[in-house]
């Protein structure tokens, strides 16, 4: 393993530590709005810091970009980005929902080259380095390799935050869900994606995301043999907030199928991916 990739899975690992002990005492949270339907609590805060503490200990000269704002503005001029999720389905985490995780990409100069997506409940360790593969617990993985849309279990997530363009969404779930085997919506988009590099979904799309729920989960689609792109199909997804992942036939199918709505879902103007908090 990547001495770098060594040190996140540490960090990931830590934060999974203590979100599973902290899942056993869910009504003692505290928990905040930060805005319509998205909540925070001290759980993802001290887990984002516990993150952040474990990489810079190693690593005092990166960056970080966190989604509730640990070490914000630190080496700004860095070229080694940490972009991470302490918790990504935090809703469904506060629930007692068991589908959540941590999220952990490093960018180096523009490009993601490390990725962890680690499951605390399942204790499932997705990796990734750039040029080596992506694993599911050490074991190699890839995308899944059906060639029709109509054979195929898509994933997705709702645009939970801003209802401006639910119509338009709607639409779109229901043209995927006439010409696919299936649809689900788990609620941990991260996971999501990881789910699509270990073929357990043969593809995914979702509008309004943030850059620390896709770039783990980009890496380990693209190492798993997949395509990630915006609703175009092209590369702008990392923080155009638009995502489409799947094998590389099943990904051509899906832009096609999703292309009717690109037009509308510009013109209403997807809220644009958040800065993480102050």
Not at 64 to 86: C, F, R, S, V
Not at 194 to 213: H, I, K, M, S, T
Not at 258 to 275: S, Y
Request: charged letters at 25%; glycine letters at 10%.
């Amino acid at each position: 393993m990547h001495p770098t990739l060594t040190i996140a899975v540490k960090a990931a690992r830590r934060a999974g530590n203590f979100i599973n002990r902290s899942a056993r005492d869910l009504d003692l949270l505290t928990v905040t709005t930060k805005g319509p339907k998205d909540f925070v609590s001290e759980v993802d805060r001290k887990a984002e810091a516990t993150i952040v503490e474990t990489i810079l200990d190693a690593y005092p000269d990166h960056a970080i970009l966190a989604e509730e704002g640990t070490a914000k503005g630190a080496n700004a001029d860095a070229e080694n980005l940490w972009i991470i999720d302490p918790l990504d389905g935090t809703t469904n985490f506060l629930h007692g929902f068991p589908q959540y995780c941590v999220s952990i990409g490093l960018q180096h100069r523009g490009q993601i080259t490390q990725a962890v997506i680690y499951d605390p409940v399942r204790n499932d360790l997705f990796t990734a380095t750039r040029g080596r593969g992506a694993f599911l617990n050490d074991r190699r993985i890839r995308v899944s390799r059906r060639d029709h849309l109509r054979d195929c279990l898509i994933g997705t997530g709702f645009p939970f935050r801003d209802g401006s363009y639910l119509d338009t969404y709607l639409l779109m779930m229901k043209a995927m869900i006439e010409q696919t085997a299936g649809l689900r919506r788990p609620g941990a988009a991260a996971l999501d994606l990881a789910y699509v590099a270990a073929g357990f979904y043969d593809g995914f799309w979702e509008v309004g995301l943030n850059p620390w729920d896709v770039a783990a989960g980009s890496l380990l689609v693209q190492e798993a043999g997949g395509l990630i792109g915006d609703l175009s199909g092209e590369g702008d997804y990392l923080h155009g907030g638009q995502v489409i992942a799947a094998n590389p036939k099943v990904f051509a199918q899906m832009v096609t199928a999703l292309a009717p709505f690109r037009e509308e879902l510009t013109r209403k103007r997807p809220p644009k991916p958040v800065d993480p908090a102050p």
